[in-house]
């Protein structure tokens, strides 16, 4: 397989009425295990505001493989 040499939350992303939205998440990924759902809005990435798919990708490159990350999301109106 191949080996991952960034962190890798298993989430595709779109920019949607000024929202980051998860339009999809890939089945037993980090973010499948973590209960992120599609139609989900991605508010926070380890506590930092990220707005675009292009912000979210360098935000993860800054982190290391295997580590935790803290993921703020709107579901519905309510933060999960």
Known sequence: GEE???A???LVTERRD???VVSAVVSGSPAAAGG???GDAVIAVEG???A???A???LLYELPVGARVDVSLD???ETV
């Open 4 to 6: 991952r040499t960034r």
């Open 8 to 10: 890798f939350l298993g």
């Open 18 to 20: 000024g929202q980051l």
């Open 36 to 38: 992120i759902r599609a």
């Open 48 to 50: 930092r505001a990220v």
């Open 52 to 54: 675009t798919p292009e």
């Open 56 to 58: 979210l990708k360098a």
């Open 75 to 77: 579901r519905g109106g």
